[in-house]
């Protein structure tokens, strides 16, 4: 720093590591310090600011660097100083320094708001989001809801790469037990259904009143009853409209899960959401509601809910020690074989089988051409 007899303290010489910004241009200036009533910051023997100490406050700097702002100055401009003994002394002359910088009370305050804002979020995907979809679904057209399910009809396909079987016996067993059961439930004719050729064991309904069987499920059906009651109970999330109200539902959810972790442009909810019109597992609710239709479309055409149960056993296993059946998105499926053997007992069917037993092969054989399987 460089000498001034009108100074009370010690001549400041040239600071080493001074480094000046203007804040009128992004120019490095390395500059000389010189303290009196003032901070004075010069280069070449020329004032370029005159600070007053009680303007000066502290910026963001790393360790090791002190870097200045000035109420009074331009807003970008920075003093930045790595002398430790300046430092210290323009600590000890700046008595508001630290006047804009956030306290322990403010920090608590960001924190404790973060926290809240959080929260909020938590509580409204676990309670707001699944009532808005439970309104908001009867408000979809029926017109934008098949729309909805021609796309994840062509997702389907390529998801599983299933092609749809196509063997004329077998095609005309499937049509024979859907129609039964379409007619039973109260559907029109406007509910399309396939089987697709993939060893995935699986049935599932798509907006728009699409419902899908899967050659993997039916391989390891014994008779047309545990098929029918699979069928049935699609059917039934056709009828309550629950992948519309997942979709939403889901949707909703991810949209607000990216706002908590930063996707603020919602292009996850987006993915997560179209994808979750082919994978998305149902409430515990939505699956009992749809284990209801189903026992009860069961029982109107006489015939039993029970061995649904049963298949779906054969499939899963016992899931009861498999985790927390609390959290589990769905009935455990030894609880829900349960009922439905309890639901059989009570009421008793006794109609005549829904398929023949050549039918029944027929169906078995749905995804095998004449040049073997599909």
């Keep these: 720093m460089e000498s001034d007899s009108s100074a009370t303290s010690p001549v400041a010489a040239p600071a080493p590591g001074a480094v000046f910004f203007d804040g009128a241009s992004n120019r490095r200036r390395v500059v000389a310090l010189k303290l009196s009533d003032a901070?004075?910051?010069?280069?070449?023997?020329?004032?370029?600011?005159?600070w007053v100490f009680a303007d000066i406050r502290r910026a963001d700097s790393p360790s090791g660097l002190l870097r200045l702002s000035c109420l009074t100055a331009p807003s970008l401009a920075?003093?930045?100083?790595?002398?430790g003994a300046l430092i210290a002394t323009l600590v000890a002359r700046c008595d508001a320094l630290e006047a804009d910088l956030p306290n322990r009370r403010g920090v608590a305050a960001i924190v404790g708001w973060s926290l809240a804002a959080a929260v909020s979020i938590v509580l409204v995907v676990l309670f707001g989001v699944p009532l808005a979809a439970e309104r908001l679904t009867p408000l979809v057209p029926d017109s934008f809801e098949r729309r909805l399910g021609d796309v994840a009809e062509a997702q389907v396909k390529v998801l599983f790469d299933g092609k749809p079987c196509s063997n004329a016996a077998g095609q005309a067993a499937f049509t024979k037990l859907v129609g039964r059961l379409r007619e039973s439930a109260g559907f029109d004719n406007s509910v399309q259904s396939s089987v697709l050729a993939t060893s995935v064991p699986n049935a599932f309904a798509l907006p728009g009143g699409k419902v899908f069987l899967f050659d993997g499920l039916l391989e390891k059906a014994e008779n047309p009853d545990e098929i029918a009651g699979v069928l049935a109970h699609e059917l039934g999330h056709l009828r309550h409209r629950d992948s519309m109200r997942e979709l939403i539902h889901n949707g909703g959810t991810s949209f607000l899960i990216g706002l908590l972790f930063g996707d603020v442009t919602g292009s996850g909810a987006l993915i997560f959401a179209s994808r979750s019109l082919v994978t998305s597992s149902y409430s515990?609710?939505?699956e009992s509601n749809a284990d209801t239709f189903a026992i009860e479309t069961m029982h109107s055409l006489g015939r039993p809910a029970k061995p649904m149960g049963e298949l779906?056993?054969?499939v899963t296993g016992k899931e009861g020690g498999k985790g927390l059946s609390l959290v589990s998105s769905h009935p455990l499926t030894e609880d829900r074989l349960a009922r439905m053997d309890k639901a059989d007992v009570a009421s008793r069917p006794n109609g005549p089988p829904l398929l023949s037993s050549a039918e029944w092969q027929a169906l078995k054989g749905i995804c095998v051409s004449a040049k073997g399987k599909l």
């Design 284 to 286: 515990r609710e939505a």
């Design 312 to 314: 779906m056993f054969r």
């Design 78 to 83: 920075r003093l930045e100083i790595r002398d």
């Design 39 to 50: 901070l004075e910051i010069r280069q070449d023997g020329a004032l370029l600011a005159r």
